[in-house]
Nanobody, 120 residues
Framework: QVQLVESGGGLVQAGGSLRLSCAAS????????MRWYRQAPGKQREVVAM???????NYVATVKGRFTISRDSAKNTVYLKMNSLKPENTAVYFC??????????????WGQGTQVTVSS
């Protein structure tokens, strides 16, 4: 069984920074991709950033140049460093791991979500 545990959310003033972490427990899997999503009140969940197994990254246009997704492979952890935060970045942020488990197939796991609140 794989579990994802997120941390790092909180309250920050506009212009500040936060770093979110998402650690995967368990074993016997390969990571295909990691993503960060967010869901703001009254809005649909959207993907914010993606990190592929080959190191390729992609970002939603509104965070390019301000957010950085990275990983620590030894710790099975993905990070989202968020700089120059804006009030409109306020949301619950979720991480996902797309995994391949030998002889079992592909799985998608979600973190529990962490609240990020940016005050003006």
């Amino acid at each position: 069984q794989v579990q994802l545990v997120e941390s790092g959310g909180g309250l920050v003033q506009a212009g500040g920074s936060l770093r979110l972490s998402c650690a995967a427990s368990g074993s016997n899997f390969e990571i295909n991709a990691m993503r960060w999503y967010r869901q703001a009140p009254g809005k649909q969940r959207e993907v914010v950033a993606m990190l592929a197994h080959n190191g390729g990254t992609n970002y939603v246009a509104t965070v390019k140049g301000r957010f950085t997704i990275s990983r620590d492979s030894a710790k099975n952890t993905v990070y989202l460093k968020m700089n120059s935060l804006k009030p409109e970045n306020t949301a619950v942020y979720f991480c996902t791991f797309s995994l391949q488990r030998p002889l079992q197939g592909k799985y998608l796991y979600w973190g529990q979500g962490t609240q990020v609140t940016v005050s003006s």
